[in-house]
C-alpha cells in the first residue's frame, strides 16, 4: 500500500487537581474552547469537549505522527498555564497527573458525542470517581481504588 490511512478517534478524559471545582459554569465554555483549539494546534480534530466542574471529556481525532501522551501532555501543561493567567480567583489551577485515553470506533462516535453533550445531566446522578470506575470496567483495565 502506498498510502497510510488512519482515523484515531479518542474519548480523554482528565480531572483538576484533587477534584477541586475550578470549572464554574461562568468559564467553563471559554476553556473548552481553548482544549479544542489546542487540539487542533497539534493538528488534531477535537469532535467534542464538555465536562463539569472538575474534569473535562473530549472526542477527538489525532494524528497518528503524534505520541498520545505527547499530546496530553501539552494540552494539559498549555490550558493550566492560560486558565490561571486568564481567569480570576484561579491562579493555582492544575490538572490533576494523569488522563484517561479511550480509543473509540467510528460507529460509536455519535453515542460517545451524546454521552459527553450530557455531561452535566449525567453526574446528577453519577459522581465523577463512579463514571471513571464505569469507563474503566468497560474497557477491560484493571485499576487500584487508591490511585484515583
Not at 481525532?61 to 501522551?69: E, F, I, M, P, T
Not at 451524546?114 to 485499576?143: A, C, G, M, N
Request: aromatic content about 10%; proline content about 2%; overall charge positive.
Amino acid at each position: 500500500m502506498s498510502s497510510s490511512y488512519c482515523n484515531l478517534l479518542y474519548h480523554i478524559v482528565f480531572a483538576t487537581k484533587d477534584r477541586e471545582p475550578w470549572l464554574t459554569a461562568a468559564i467553563r465554555p471559554r476553556i473548552h474552547q481553548y482544549l479544542g483549539g489546542a487540539i487542533r494546534k497539534e493538528n488534531g480534530i477535537a469532535l467534542i469537549v464538555n465536562g463539569t466542574s472538575d474534569h473535562v471529556h473530549i472526542l477527538s481525532k489525532l494524528r497518528q505522527d503524534k505520541a498520545l501522551s505527547k499530546v496530553i501532555g501539552e494540552l494539559k501543561a498549555n490550558s493550566s498555564g492560560w486558565i490561571s493567567r486568564t481567569f480570576e480567583g484561579v491562579a493555582s489551577f492544575a490538572w490533576q497527573e494523569g488522563y484517561g485515553a479511550f480509543t473509540v470506533s467510528e460507529s460509536q462516535v455519535s453515542k460517545v458525542r451524546r454521552y459527553i453533550e450530557t455531561q452535566e445531566e449525567h453526574h446528577r446522578t453519577v459522581s465523577f470517581l463512579e463514571e471513571l470506575k464505569i469507563i474503566l470496567r468497560s474497557h477491560s483495565l484493571p485499576f487500584d481504588e487508591r490511585y484515583l
